[in-house]
């Protein structure tokens, strides 16, 4: 999972298999997968300019992304949008 991290914050843009869009959570965000030796993880992420945000980790137990993964992704999603929005307004 850190190599695909790393090429991540060197600016590669993955796609399947092992990354995917998420628009169901939000613009931006993508699903990476990851094979471990008995398991299959699910880490949901967001591509910032700034920042990969990760989002939740989970391990892939059906093929379909459950509902209650996809609303903590976007609850995450939207706390890290509003805490940059009111650190950009401290800036100035």
Not at 34 to 51: C, H, I, P
Request: contains cysteine; proline residues 4%.
């Amino acid at each position: 999972m850190g190599f695909l991290l790393r090429l991540l914050q060197e600016g590669e843009n993955l796609s399947m298999p092992h990354s995917r869009p998420m628009p169901s959570i939000g613009k931006g965000c993508h699903e990476l997968r990851v094979n471990d030796a008995n398991k299959t993880w699910r880490l949901f992420y967001f591509l910032d300019s700034e920042a990969i945000v990760i989002l939740e980790v989970d391990e892939k137990k059906t093929r379909q992304t459950p509902l209650t993964k996809i609303e903590i992704c976007k609850k995450r999603l939207k706390s890290y949008e509003e805490a940059k929005g009111r650190k950009q307004k401290s800036a100035k």
